[in-house]
Structures are given as C-alpha cells and as structure tokens.
C-alpha cells in the first residue's frame, strides 16, 4: 500500500519539489512512495469528474490537493501551519469555517464516536475555507494514522468534499466509493442549494453506512 501525502501545509514546512501530473476522469493518483517523508501509511485520493492536469505541490490546503473540478491548473498556494486555530480540547469535528452549528457538531462527533467504536476506524472532520485552516498542526492533535480518514470540507475549488484515507481503510473501502459520495454530496449546485452543513452531515452518515458493511465484493456500492 502506498503513503498518502498530505501536502506540507498540513505535516511540514520543509519546501518540496513540485510534482505535475496529469489526471484523466475517473482515475486515483498516488504520488511515488521514493517521494515521501511521512511515516504515516496513506494513500492520497483524487475525486475527478472531467480530463484535467493537477500542479501536485507539497504546499497549500489539504483541500487543494484532494478534489478539484474543472480544467487547467491548481495554483500551488503558499503552506499553512496554523495551530492557534486547534481547539484547546480533543474534537473529532473542527469547524474554523463557521459552516455547522454547535449541535451540528455535537451529533456528527457522537456519531464519529460511535464510527470507531463499532468499526476501529477513525473519521476526522476540518470545515476550512483556505487559507484559514490549522494545516499542519491537525496531523499530530489528531493522531492521524493508517485507521484514519480525514474529510476535509472546502468549497476552493467547487467540490466540497475531499477525503485523504489511511491504507488500512483503502483494505475495506471500494476507492470509487469516495469519488461517488464527492459526486453526489459534494457538488457544487448540492451545497450551494442545501447549504454546505448539509453536505457535510450526508457525507458523514454516508461514510458511516459503508464504515459497518460486510467487507465484500458489493460493499459500499451505493452512496446511502
């Protein structure tokens, strides 16, 4: 299994060289593992709906590199290391956004709890608009390793959902599960219509029904 890289805003400051690839619908990306420096085993996931090319720099919001719609280039953006933006205790749910309310937060946290209790995996929720995010600083208040899933909610680029999933979850999890519930969540005319909080309790229920299916050929086949 491959490492996932989460670019440097979010786990370093060192600078890295720039990696530009080209992204055709309906494939993954995962950046050569000779290129990676973070311990931690995950495979970086590229929802993409339309032939594009993507400048993959190790800088920026982790939303940048994750999911981007439309043609052309993602501008590299400059590293963010932001910690002062963590919250004082452990929360599954980070909102620096303002997109969800205080009891919108209470119930997806308690249904993350109730995620890993059941299932061993591990969701972490950030709702950022770039460049206001903890970046870097989530890795370690996290903990984040090979059981986590990390579901970042940005509207930068249309999309709202991205997602960076830890290599053990990919086992378990069909990788065109990702680019489903990004399709059907995470557009733009959904959260532009529901609201982005909408999309983002979807997308968490969603991830919670195909979290406790039967590991099998036809598991998480539908986007619920």
């Known amino acids: 299994m491959s490492f996932t890289q989460f670019p440097s805003s979010c786990f370093r400051t060192t600078p890295i060289p720039t990696f530009s690839l080209p992204i055709r619908a309906s494939s993954r990306l995962s950046l ?29 919001a ?5 999911s981007v719609t439309g043609a052309g280039l993602a501008e590299a953006k400059v590293g963010v290391n932001k910690p002062e933006l963590l919250p004082r205790n452990f929360t599954p749910v980070i909102d620096v956004a303002g997109f969800l309310s205080d009891g919108q937060e209470k119930r997806l946290a308690q249904e993350i709890s109730d995620i890993e209790k059941d299932t061993g995996f591990k969701l972490r929720v950030l709702a950022q608009n770039y460049p ?18 990390v579901f970042v909610a940005d509207p930068t680029f249309g999309n709202i959902l991205n997602f960076n999933v ?10 065109s599960f990702w680019s489903r519930l990004a399709g059907k969540y995470g557009n733009m005319f959904y959260w532009k219509e529901k609201g982005e909080d909408a999309s983002i309790e979807a997308a968490v229920m969603a991830i919670s029904n195909c979290l406790r299916e039967p590991v099998g050929p036809s ?3 539908e986007v619920k």
């Open 32 to 60: 050569p593992t000779t290129h990676s420096l973070n311990p931690t085993g995950f495979r970086n996931w590229v929802p993409d709906f339309s032939a594009k090319s993507l400048n993959w720099v190790f800088s920026g």
């Open 62 to 66: 982790i939303a940048l590199t994750l």
């Open 132 to 149: 206001d995010t903890p970046g870097l600083a989530i890795k370690d208040f996290w903990q984040v390793d090979d059981s986590t899933i």
């Open 166 to 175: 830890g290599a053990t979850v990919d086992l378990d999890i069909p990788r």
């Open 219 to 221: 598991n998480c086949s």
